[in-house]
């Protein structure tokens, strides 16, 4: 555009913007803006409406950015619109200006200028923003799905707020309808085509729920203070329409809408969704409404009563109870309506509170109801039995009337009339007392984990045959008690004191597996948190229920037993102070070996769910691969056990020590007699143990760990994924595993297997060529595993490697040896010559690790920039530049004007503009001609790149 430096053109922008307004001075200044950077920074900084009117006519406020979507990333963006910025400031000073322009824009599906339009409209007088809202409305009445909002949606909703303080009723809720409009389930219509079953339908609002709630929240006082009952119409069409389009589509006489299980309360809200924060939102309004004025309550309950669902109901005989003295005649009404009975906690309370001011004859047709039995929920025992089973018998069925009328009577219990006080108590003895009142609402959770009969505290107090004769004969009294919460709490009992429960073990042996369960689990977290514990009784209990039970005893015990003793075994084979005594050895193997050969997994398992679920994965997932973990770490029990009995110079006799262990071992790598991927993971994954504890075994059984058959090769892959990602490169495991290795490295690129999800098999071998390197295990050669894995990894795992040596340096909080050093400046002396980008670029790591010569490392930094452009750890690579540019300014100002050179996000400069800045000022005052002129033009490269903050470095634009 021009001969000029950026900051002489930015000057001249300046000078424009705050000097007289002439069609001159309005059409160099157009001219100037063709500079992207130049046209952002004009509209975020022009002051003056004067500017309105002409830029105006040139047409900038006309076109608003579209989003921009990218089809092959799924991606949308909302590009900020500049000139909108310049109108937003100005709305508080020429609002009448702003307004014309702003209904004369083009409509945009880019939500970040309505955000926008929104801001300029909420520093606008209200009536004057109302013509701004009605607009805004129009649009979103166009929208038929869900918009992405990020704070658009907020803003509109202050909008809504602003205009109601105003008075401007109509425009504020108009804009409130349509903001938070809701809309079908948009998979209603594609299930009816294609399906014969029918999902649960889940309404969606127009912005999302986050801002919807949010907006719900914060304008309702003000919507009520200016609509008043039209504010609550308001309300309740939107939650009508909630509550229609989350249900069949169907019978229009339904009520039914199950509020009572998603709102139970209608004093507090669970956050449980739409429904339930459109409930709060119209329960807020008729409050409001009825303190305002106690003689709206009639009116409002008239309102909500023309509505189809239950929760309309509820909230008007909530409202009655609220204002009772308001609502005596419409009181009496509700409580002489039949069809109002079994309608909720609402009515109930309602009855417990005004039945004795009802005459006699209307006490009477409650009580003649409750003598007819249930209305609504169960007519006879046909009904019954259709809703809890054919085996419901005549007698349950009767029971469950009674009940029925024991609850419904203690509602009004304090009430009732002699005689009927002398049918509730007969009731009473019969059935007992009801265990909650009928009119507290019940919450989900009950309902899914159901309560304990017995506190923490109670079942610790028990001693331990009184507790082994409850739960073993504990039944539950009513629908709200469970197996399942009985036992979460057993297990918290005994987790605080584990060493009473492990030295009693032996009384629970004949207890339900979900209690035993329980007890194992206690006592392991007890360990975990510290505890010490007697193991004999422990490993007794375990041995007996898993060895010496009969086929049939041992099918009681199912698979998450197992595990949960198997995860004790982990605790108690771990070299720490509550370890198993080496006396329990035998009790110990054989309690494990019987696991060695559980059915789970089965091939037929493994199968189905493989592709779910991968081979190590699934090892720690079932009981017989957990088992395998075990006896392994059992053999790591055994040798040390050994040692410490023999002494330090004790001899290492392998598995002549652990037979048993070798016999399993051996076993389980018979691909006829067990046939699982999951259990060559454990192999794999105990690798370099198994060398430990019997070298010559593990170099003999190599060729089954990593068969080279090709109808086995899946064996081999899984085992050698497994240890590449698990474990370290250990020396001696190395010196075994080189050939493994060598095959690895040749397949690289090419692997059949899908790789696990718990790791990346291609970059932990990088990481093991790595290190092997960095201890001087591998080294530099023709044949040599480096140069092979080079030549065959593809160009992001080599990056990779490199990349993993840069931060095992920065990471490292120790000095390198000098051996170390020179070792990995040869790696990257020879990588460099290759020329690899990717490579090159995580020198940034090596240079931010401060473990190299400064001059050799800020020369390879030069060089890396030179070639790549780009660096990694680009921040404090700049932060580090400016540690050292006041000494020698000449290469951190070549680094950064390499930076400064390259296309890249605009915002990552942001990150070390402070450090950019020193090593800029300290190449303007070093004297050295050469570092200032690189200095000058780096921060014209920034300048023109938007970052306007550099400007202030220079003493004067140059000419």
């Known amino acids: ?44 900084t022009l002051q003056n409406p004067a500017w309105i009117e002409p830029l105006n006519q040139r047409g900038f406020f006309l076109r608003p950015p579209e989003p921009t979507v990218d089809n092959e990333k799924s991606t949308i963006s909302f590009p900020t619109w500049p000139e909108i910025q310049f109108l937003v400031r100005m709305a508080q000073v020429a609002p009448s200006d702003v307004l014309t322009v702003l209904l004369t824009v083009r409509t945009t599906a880019n939500v970040s200028v309505h955000y926008d339009i929104a801001r300029a409209a909420l520093a606008m007088p209200p009536p004057l923003a109302s013509e701004v809202a009605n607009k805004e409305t129009v649009w979103l009445d166009e929208q038929n799905r869900t918009v992405l909002g990020f704070h658009a949606f907020a803003t509109l909703g202050k909008l809504i707020s602003h205009l109601a303080k105003g008075g401007e009723k109509e425009s504020s809720l108009n804009l409130a309808r349509s903001l938070l409009r809701i809309l079908p389930d948009p998979r209603a219509a594609d299930n009816a085509a294609s399906s014969p079953f029918t999902l649960s339908r889940e309404p969606i609002t127009l ?80 409050e409001t409404l009825a303190e305002e004025n106690p003689d709206n309550v009639g009116t409002i309950v008239n309102i909500l009563e023309q509505r189809r669902w239950n929760i309309f109901r509820r909230l ?53 109801w409750i003598e007819k039995g249930p209305l609504r929920t169960f007519s006879d025992l046909a009904d019954h039995r259709r809703f809890f089973g054919e085996d419901t018998t005549e007698g349950d069925y009767q029971r469950y009337v009674r009940t029925w009328k024991r609850d419904r009577l203690k509602i009004i219990e304090l009430a009732l009339p002699g005689e009927w006080t002398t049918k509730y108590q007969a009731l009473v003895d019969e059935l007992g007392e009801p265990e909650v009142s009928v009119a507290t609402p019940y919450l989900a959770e009950d309902v899914e984990t159901g309560r304990s009969p017995k506190t923490i505290e109670e079942l610790r107090s028990i001693g331990i045959p009184e507790l082994v004769s409850y739960l073993r004969n504990w039944k539950p009294e009513t ?152 006896v392994i770490q059992y053999g790591l029990w055994v040798r040390r056990a050994l040692q410490e009995g023999e002494g330090k110079g004790a001899i290492n006799r392998g598995f002549q020590d652990m037979p048993e262990l070798q016999k399993v071992l051996d076993d389980h790598l018979d691909i006829q007699k067990d046939p699982s991927v999951a259990i060559r993971a454990v192999y794999g994954q105990w690798l370099p143990w198994l060398i430990f504890l019997d070298k010559e075994w593990t170099i003999g059984k190599l060729a089954q760990i990593f068969p080279k058959d090709e109808s086995l090769a899946k ?190 996000d605009y915002w990552r400069v942001f990150d070390y503009q402070d450090s950019a800045k020193k090593i800029i000022a300290d190449a303007l005052k070093s004297g050295d001609f050469t570092a200032q002129r690189l200095a000058e033009d780096v921060v014209e490269r920034l300048m023109a790149q938007g970052h306007l903050t550099f400007r202030d470095l220079l003493r004067s634009p140059v000419s």
């Open 316 to 368: 008007s005989l909530w409202l009655m109870g609220k204002y009772p003295e308001r609502a005596t005649a419409l009181i009496k009404q509700h409580l002489t309506d039949e069809r109002l009975l079994d309608s909720g906690a609402e009515w109930e309370a309602l009855a417990a509170t005004h039945f004795g001011e009802l005459l006699r004859e209307e006490q009477n047709l409650y009580l003649n």
């Open 715 to 904: 064996y081999g892959v899984v085992a050698w994924f497994t240890y590449i990602i698990f474990c370290q490169p250990y020396d001696e495991a190395f010196d075994v595993l080189q050939e493994e290795y060598a095959v690895a490295i040749e397949r690289l690129g090419r692997e059949s297997i899908k790789k696990p999800s718990y790791g990346d098999p291609s970059q932990s071998l990088a990481s093991h060529v790595m290190a092997l390197y960095w201890r001087g295990k591998l080294d530099f050669g023709d044949s040599g595993l480096l140069q092979k894995f080079f030549e065959r990894a593809p160009t992001q795992l080599a990056s990779y490697a490199m990349w993993f040596v840069g931060n095992s340096l920065k990471n490292s909080k120790h000095e390198v040896a000098a051996s170390i050093r020179d070792r990995l400046q040869s790696l990257w002396e020879w990588r460099v010559t290759i020329g690899q980008a990717g490579e090159l670029s995580t020198f940034g790591l090596w240079f931010t690790s401060n473990k190299f010569e400064k001059n050799w490392a800020i020369q390879q930094l030069y060089e890396a920039l030179r070639t790549t452009g780009e660096i990694e750890d680009e921040s404090e690579v700049v932060q580090q530049l400016a540690t050292q540019s006041f000494a020698n300014p000449i290469l951190p100002i070549e680094c950064l004007k390499l930076l400064a050179s390259t296309a890249r």
């Open 207 to 286: 912005i999302e729920y986050f801002d919807y709630e949010l907006v719900l929240r914060e304008t309702v006082q003000d919507l009520v203070a200016v609509g008043g009952l039209d504010s609550l119409v308001l309300l309740s069409d939107l939650l009508e329409q909630a509550i229609t389009l989350s249900t069949d589509y169907g019978d229009e006489n339904r009520n039914e809408d199950y509020s009572y299980i998603w709102r139970p309360s209608l004093e507090a809200g669970q956050d449980r969704g739409l429904k339930d924060a459109l409930v709060s939102a119209t329960k807020k309004a008729v």
């Open 479 to 630: 629908g709200s008690e469970s197996q399942f919460a009985l036992a979460s709490s057993l297990a918290a009992a005994v987790q605080s004191e584990p060493q009473r429960f492990a030295t009693n073990a032996s009384q629970f042996a004949e207890l339900d597996p979900a209690y035993l369960k329980s007890i194992i689990s206690g006592i392991r977290q007890g360990i975990e948190a510290g505890w010490t514990v007697a193991w004999e009784p422990l490993i007794r209990l375990c041995h007996d229920f898993i060895v010496g039970r009969t086929q049939a005893d041992k099918a009681r015990y199912d698979s998450s037993l197992k595990r949960e003793t198997l995860s004790l075994f982990t605790k108690g084979l771990n070299n720490q102070p509550a370890e198993i005594p080496f006396s329990l050895r035998e009790l110990t193997w054989e309690t494990l070996q019987v696991l060695t050969s559980d059915p789970d997994p089965t091939v037929e398992y493994e199968a189905k769910y493989g592709d779910g679920l991968d081979p190590a994965t699934l090892s720690i997932n079932s009981v017989r691969g957990e088992a395998m973990h075990r």
């Open 1 to 44: 555009m021009s001969e000029k430096p950026f900051s002489a053109l930015l000057a001249e922008c300046d000078s424009l913007m705050t000097g007289p307004v002439t069609d001159a001075t309005v059409d160099r200044f157009v001219a100037l803006i063709e500079d992207p950077t130049l046209y952002k920074y004009a509209f975020q």
